[in-house]
Nanobody
Framework: QVQLVESGGGLVQAGGSLRLSCAAS????????MGWFRQAPGKEREFVSS????????NYKDSVKGRFTISRDNAKNTVYLQMNGLKPEDTAVYYC??????????????WGQGTQVTVSS
């Protein structure tokens, strides 16, 4: 009923930039925090960044602070992740996450299908 669709991933050289987008669509819902996680081959999925509904509160994994910036456009039900100064260590599948509640239903976490980010040295 609710889908999160990521886009913007791709192949980039070290030091380059990418902007990921995640659009939420479906039935009417109330959105709380949204964010990004990532998972590299053979490793556990890890937190990258999150943002509150108002955009007034943001959090980042220590290793991406100063390089990544999260933002959202509530009119478009979309969250973004601007990634600058990319490093090979950033290579992973990036997943959008949303904490939301349907008009009639429980508050739950939803996940996107993931978008591949590959950074070459």
């Amino acid at each position: 009923q609710v889908q999160l669709v990521e886009s913007g991933g791709g192949l980039v050289q070290a030091g380059g930039s990418l902007r990921l987008s995640c659009a939420a669509s479906g039935r009417t819902f109330i959105s709380y925090a949204m964010g990004w996680f990532r998972q590299a081959p053979g490793k556990e999925r890890e937190f990258v960044s999150s943002i509150s509904w108002s955009g007034g509160s943001t959090n980042y994994k220590d290793s991406v602070k100063g390089r990544f910036t999260i933002s959202r456009d509530n009119a478009k039900n979309t969250v973004y992740l601007q990634m600058n100064g990319l490093k090979p260590e950033d290579t992973a599948v990036y997943y959008c996450n949303a904490d939301l509640k349907l008009r009639v239903g429980p508050r739950m976490n939803y996940w996107g299908q993931g978008t591949q980010v590959t950074v070459s040295s």
